[in-house]
């Protein structure tokens, strides 16, 4: 690995984090979503929060898609209570991996601390199902938010979606067919916010980040170019979609998105793109914030006892708060 300044909370774990990996065919992914899975260990509960497993019915046909809800305990049946605001969730892992599990910490924390019912999507994976199997799940999860929204005690006006790394870029994707699709149709779902953190949505791999970081832990350039290659799939042809690549945008592509959240981490290959997006979606005129934290890179959120992953978690459920429950 290259002499990367990484924060000096980061440097004990860097020795037994995984950098390079061979994602060649779907055979290696899928042993390698073995080996995870086997070695995840569920979390408990935590004090204030209630979750349900359901299956929603997928779009044209497709398999049921299982979904996790949280949802704070003192809201339920409570009919003092205003309602709540909701956020839909969907996870990383490169478009080939990853799954509800992984995110329940996080989900848990967001509706404990920020108030909100979270929905959290276990979309189709790359290569079995690459794009749009992913987008049109999350979709699905959206609308069937909307849908349940009185029976889950959730505003309407006030549906966020959100995700890390490759749900990040599914989370742009889902905000641009999500306005398309509402053309025209007065009662179909509205996001209020958009929350990107470290969004892969550049298919290109040409950025500068990206062609420095080759070695980096969790996420490099030989990772990304399996996992563009397995998400845009073997029938792909020419330029993607904007759904699939948001980065292939125009600014005028993205007039009329909602207000956004993105963060970046320093050494990471998705770190240029990142920003780029944020810069375009200003100069489409939409809100957003953004922050790129120093010593950091793809994947330190799993090190939560760092000071900038402290740091980061804080800031989400502050603007969350800020963003949804005003």
């Not at 339920?76 to 892992?93: N, T, V």
């Not at 999507?121 to 959206?142: Q, T, W």
Request: net charge negative.
């Amino acid at each position: 690995m290259a002499n990367y300044a990484f924060d000096k909370d980061f440097i004990p774990f860097l020795s037994e984090l995984p950098t390079v990996g061979d994602y060649s065919t779907a055979e290696k992914i899928q042993a390698l979503r073995g080996e995870r899975d086997e070695a995840f260990e569920p979390i408990a509960l935590r004090e204030g929060v209630e979750q349900e497993d359901r299956q929603i019915a997928g779009l044209h046909g497709a398999p049921n898609v299982p979904i996790r809800i949280y949802r704070p305990v003192a809201s339920k049946g409570d009919s003092s209570k205003d309602l709540l605001a909701g956020f839909l969730e969907i996870h990383g892992g490169g478009f080939m991996f990853g799954n509800i599990e992984m995110m329940d910490g996080w989900c848990q924390m967001i509706a404990a601390e920020v108030g909100v019912v979270v929905v959290s999507v276990g979309y189709r994976l790359a290569p079995e199902n690459p794009f749009p199997a992913g987008l049109e799940d999350s979709y699905a999860a959206l609308c069937w938010l909307h849908e349940h929204a009185e029976e889950l005690g959730v505003d309407r006006e006030r549906i966020a979606i959100g995700g890390q790394s490759a749900g990040g870029g599914i989370a742009a994707g889902l905000a641009l067919y999500n306005r398309d699709q509402a053309k025209g149709q007065a009662d179909g779902p509205k996001i209020c916010y958009q929350l990107l953190e470290i969004p892969e949505i550049d298919d290109r791999l040409n950025t500068p980040s990206m062609l420095a970081f080759q070695d980096t832990p969790f996420w490099n350039r030989p990772n990304a170019v399996f996992s563009w290659q397995h998400y845009l799939g073997p029938n792909h042809e020419g330029d993607p979609s904007i759904y699939a690549a948001p980065s292939r945008a125009s600014a005028k592509e993205l007039i009329g998105l909602p207000p956004a959240y993105v963060s970046t981490m320093e050494f990471d290959p998705l770190r240029d793109e990142g920003i780029r997006y944020a810069a375009l979606m200003l100069e489409a005129g939409i809100s957003v914030e953004l922050h790129s934290y120093a010593g950091t890179f793809h994947g330190s959120a799993f090190l939560p006892q760092a000071e900038p992953t402290r740091r980061n978690n804080q800031e989400i459920v502050t603007i969350l708060r800020r963003r949804l429950n005003s």
